[in-house]
């Protein structure tokens, strides 16, 4: 049957690709609460085995300990009790297990449009953007340096994506933003261009310091000093450093009651031993130092138990992303994370091809389901994620953000709830009938079952008529239609002018070059 529709704007019939165009323009545009998970997450680990890890990270504490190379966080840490020796701070297991007592099993971000504002950890899951990419793919098909444009179009996207919870935070590097001022562009973009919660710079205490003031002219100065706003990102030097860019920022966010993901950026075989449960043991004792510290600065600031981990290949030193090695990683970390009472964090939909094939189905698919399964609770880079990480693509975050609904449908389980009406369907149809016409159908078809656009599923001829169009050509197309179709939430005129204004006078502040 020729499907049609009217586009009133245009008083004609539209038909086939033209009337589904249609009704994605005229349909009401809705975002998906967090993910709250009627599925059951996979403990790998055995309760002994639990305690294995717990023992042999304690025991790397006491015996060989963790550098903190921040003067700050070094004095934090002598009046806590432990003992420093230069950078190295060693404690006993029971004064760790005590910080970690302090943080809370899960945190509340607010947005500054409240239908956005969700809950990380209490065994619920949300999907958040992707994060650092220097390079982009166009959607020309050219790879080339991010621009600040390139990062306004994905926080236009992912303000746009049902299943994304967060506008996210370095999207991309816009590289044509002198360094000390792309925190002020980058910011400034993902509170103007979507009113779901951010991430803020992490870079050096002043731009960590310059996001939180930012965020306190959006919600208010005082409110952000209490209310967590936004989520950020301290990555760690594996193995076993915190260095002072990162503890600086965290002083200032965890000051503020902000939320702070500690984040291991784990090379496995390089940066940790090359064991699976080795390179466990090794974030384990790096996330749980980082919230240690964040509880010295402020007790019961949110936290998360984090890591990036890629296995390295062997033959050529490169991070490989989609490996079962790393899906086992996010399967233990997060157990241990509970095991913890700790909100956890993984990444999503990396993957190590250069281009949107599939490779980069395959390990992006195979890194989510993964993700899932494990029960993570902050899912970072789900969206777009090329070259382990080094490059975002237009096409692939389309593909990307789509799946994401796939597995938040996936995460929601099954529901019982028209069991009642389904069985007397079942007797109306004879045996050798068939359900296309019966009421249950004609009300539920549309909501029974996933129908993803980006996945064609017509026959060969129907397909080929309709331009025999590859996914990644289909997201192309997509991805043009979703900017052209982006409205900017409102922003009260005052805020938008303040921050216009501070943008300015710290850009004029600032060198162009790092000193």
Same mark, same amino acid.
């Given at each position: 049957m020729t499907d049609t529709s009217v586009e009133p704007e245009l008083g004609r019939v539209r038909r086939g690709r033209d009337a589904r165009t249609a009704r994605r323009r005229s349909k009401t545009r809705s975002w998906l609460p967090e993910l709250e998970r009627r599925i059951p997450w996979v403990d790998l680990l055995s309760d002994n085995q639990v305690q294995v890890v717990h023992d042999a990270s304690m025991d790397v504490v006491e015996e060989v300990g963790v550098e903190f190379r921040c003067d700050d966080a070094l004095a934090l840490w002598r009046d806590a009790g432990a003992t420093v020796d230069g950078d190295r701070v060693r404690l006993?297991?029971?004064?760790?297990?005590?910080?970690?007592?302090?943080?809370?099993?899960?945190?509340?971000?607010?947005?500054?449009?409240?239908?956005h504002t969700v809950t990380v950890g209490n065994g619920?899951?949300?999907?958040?953007?992707?994060?650092?990419?220097?390079?982009?793919?166009?959607?020309?098909? *050219?790879?080339?340096?991010?621009?600040? +444009?390139?990062?306004?179009?994905f926080t236009k996207l992912n303000h746009l994506s049902p299943a994304l919870h967060?506008?996210?935070?370095?999207?991309?590097?816009?590289?044509?933003?002198?360094?000390?001022?792309?925190?002020?562009?980058?910011?400034?973009?993902?509170?103007?261009?979507?009113?779901?919660?951010?991430?803020?710079s992490v870079t050096s205490k002043e731009r960590a310091e310059d996001s939180l003031h930012m965020a306190g002219i959006v919600f208010g100065q005082e409110f952000v000093r209490d209310t967590t706003v936004m989520t950020c990102l301290a990555n760690g030097n594996t193995p076993l450093v915190w260095d002072k860019t990162m503890l600086d920022s965290v002083r200032v966010f965890a000051a503020a009651n902000q939320a702070t993901l500690f984040s291991p950026f784990v090379l496995g075989g390089a940066s940790t031993p090359a064991s699976t449960?080795?390179?466990?043991?090794?974030?384990?004792?790096?996330?749980?130092t980082g919230v240690a510290f964040?509880?010295?600065?402020?007790?019961?600031?949110?936290?998360?138990?984090?890591?990036?981990?890629?296995?390295?290949?062997?033959?050529?030193g490169a991070p490989q992303a989609g490996t079962p090695e790393i899906c086992h990683m996010n399967l233990l970390t997060a157990q241990m994370a509970r095991h913890y009472g700790l909100p956890s964090r993984c990444s999503g939909s990396c993957s190590s091809s250069k281009m949107v094939d599939a490779q980069?189905?395959? +390990?992006?698919?195979?890194?989510?389901?993964?993700?899932?399964?494990?029960?993570?609770?902050?899912?970072?880079?789900? *969206?777009?994620?090329? +070259?382990?990480?080094?490059?975002?693509?237009?096409?692939?975050w389309v593909l990307d953000s789509e799946q994401l609904e796939m597995m938040y449908r996936l995460g929601s389980g099954v529901s019982f709830d028209d069991l009642d009406e389904v069985l007397d369907t079942m007797r109306e149809v004879p045996p050798g009938g068939h359900?296309?016409?019966?009421?249950?159908?004609?009300?539920?078809?549309?909501?029974?079952?996933?129908?993803?656009?980006?996945?064609?599923?017509?026959?060969?001829?129907?397909?080929?008529?309709?331009?025999?169009?590859?996914?990644? +050509?289909?997201? *192309?197309?997509?991805?043009?239609?979703?900017?052209?179709?982006?409205?900017?939430?409102?922003?009260?005129e005052n805020v938008s002018r303040e921050l216009d204004e501070f943008v300015a006078r710290r850009d004029a502040e600032l060198p162009d070059l790092v000193t």
């Open positions: 006993d297991r029971e004064h760790l297990m005590a910080l970690i007592g302090t943080a809370p099993s899960s945190y509340t971000m607010v947005a500054r449009d409240p239908a619920k899951t949300i999907f958040t953007p992707s994060y650092g990419a220097p390079y982009v793919l166009g959607l020309d098909g *050219t790879r080339r340096p991010g621009t600040l +444009e390139d990062f306004k179009n967060m506008s996210g935070g370095v999207v991309c590097e816009p590289m044509d933003v002198p360094v000390p001022k792309r925190h002020l562009y980058m910011t400034d973009s993902l509170l103007r261009y979507s009113s779901k919660p951010f991430m803020g449960v080795g390179a466990v043991i090794q974030v384990n004792i790096e996330a749980l964040s509880q010295l600065v402020r007790a019961g600031a949110p936290a998360l138990y984090g890591q990036w981990v890629s296995t390295v290949s062997m033959k050529t980069a189905g395959y +390990e992006a698919a195979r890194n989510m389901y993964g993700a899932l399964m494990a029960g993570t609770n902050f899912i970072l880079s789900t *969206t777009g994620y090329l +070259e382990s990480a080094m490059c975002q693509s237009y096409a692939k359900h296309l016409g019966t009421a249950h159908t004609l009300a539920n078809f549309q909501t029974a079952f996933s129908m993803p656009e980006m996945m064609n599923s017509d026959n060969y001829e129907q397909w080929l008529a309709e331009g025999g169009q590859s996914a990644e +050509e289909r997201a *192309t197309v997509r991805c043009r239609e979703m900017l052209d179709e982006y409205e900017e939430p409102s922003l009260p």
